[in-house]
């Protein structure tokens, strides 16, 4: 598998143009998106890797791992609600109903732990007691669990800016969201990170934290959006090792892009101004943690889609036309 990931280095999917009949209508951190009509968008999931909220590189087959990921946990989660997916006509794409998404991002941290400045643990080592509108009790320990998992909003920051941590009384009193769509999300969020640790918990895993982002139809229905429990968009340990190295007070061992943010961290990179070239053996190894994880979810051996992604989408996407 290395060697196929190797031969992959030049070969990553960067930026996707469809050309003039699939305008692109907006290009986030990982992801290009474009309109399919007037109901239905197309997500290319990229290989582009995004820490500190700057985007430091690319990863070989990540957009695919990420893609088939999101697409599986999509189906799992139908029974708490409904989602915007409506087929994967590549690896590394989706396509989706047209949505209108909220304006924040929902964070349920399970566990005082991060490394970013606006990590938990990093308010908390601040000695911050309120987080996100949340009062935090005295004596909770790096790396361990919260009393409870909790809802932890932020703003969305465009390519380049940061996200901004915000408080339910804040996105409700600034006109972001409806109380009671505010109030629709939460419990959503907390079922759905719930069944995530359950599954993470089967499979040897610790999901101690992740993201979901969720959006609204014509009807006022609210729909999962975006990714979930892919390592993007959360952080996942190994269960076997994690009370021995917590207890010596090291950092459990990841399986999560936390590699790479790691790896960032130590060239004295925070986040501010260029980041510096992502060495090729950090990207490898950080493919082959993103392959690790897919199997261990999926419980079967990843399967790259080798097709071309332009000339695929392009043939899929003239049935639209």
């Known amino acids: 598998m290395e060697h196929l990931i190797e031969k992959q280095l030049e070969k990553d999917t960067v930026y996707t143009d469809l050309g003039p009949l699939w305008p692109l209508t907006s290009r986030g951190k990982v992801r290009d998106i474009f309109a399919v009509g007037d109901d239905k968008l197309l997500f290319v999931v990229s290989d582009r890797v995004s820490v500190f909220d700057r985007v430091v590189g690319t990863v070989p087959f990540k957009g695919q791992i990420l893609n088939s990921i999101a697409a599986w946990w999509m189906e799992q989660v139908e029974h708490i609600l409904p989602h915007h ?50 009062l935090l009790p005295e004596g909770l320990q790096k790396d361990r669990p919260l009393p409870e998992p909790l809802v932890t909003p932020t703003t969305k920051g465009e390519v380049g800016a940061h996200d901004e941590l915000i408080s339910r009384e804040e996105i409700i009193s600034r006109g972001l969201v409806p109380r009671k769509v505010y109030d629709e999300v939460c419990s959503a969020a907390l079922k759905l990170f719930a069944l995530g640790s359950q599954r993470a918990a089967r499979q040897g895993l610790i999901l101690a ?49 936390d590699y790479v943010r790691n790896y960032m961290k130590s060239v004295d990179y925070h986040g501010d101004g260029q980041p510096p070239p992502l060495p090729d053996s950090v990207r490898v190894e950080a493919s082959r943690r993103y392959m690790a994880l897919y199997e261990l979810l999926m419980g079967s051996p990843f399967s790259p889609d080798e097709r071309d992604v332009k000339e695929t989408l392009l043939t899929e996407l003239s049935t639209y036309q």
């Open 85 to 134: 997916m409506i087929s994967l006509p590549h690896g590394c794409a989706t396509l989706a109903k047209r949505l209108t998404p909220l304006p924040v991002e929902i964070i349920v941290r399970g566990y005082l732990t991060g490394n970013s400045s606006t990590s938990i643990y990093t308010a908390y080592s601040r000695d911050e007691r309120s987080y996100c509108g949340h």
């Open 209 to 257: 934290d992740t993201k979901y982002e969720f959006g609204l139809d014509s009807l006022g229905t609210l729909h999962l959006i975006d990714e979930i429990h892919t390592p993007d968009s959360s952080r996942y340990w190994f269960a076997d090792d994690y009370e021995a190295l917590v207890s010596a007070g090291k950092s459990p061992r990841g399986l999560d892009k």
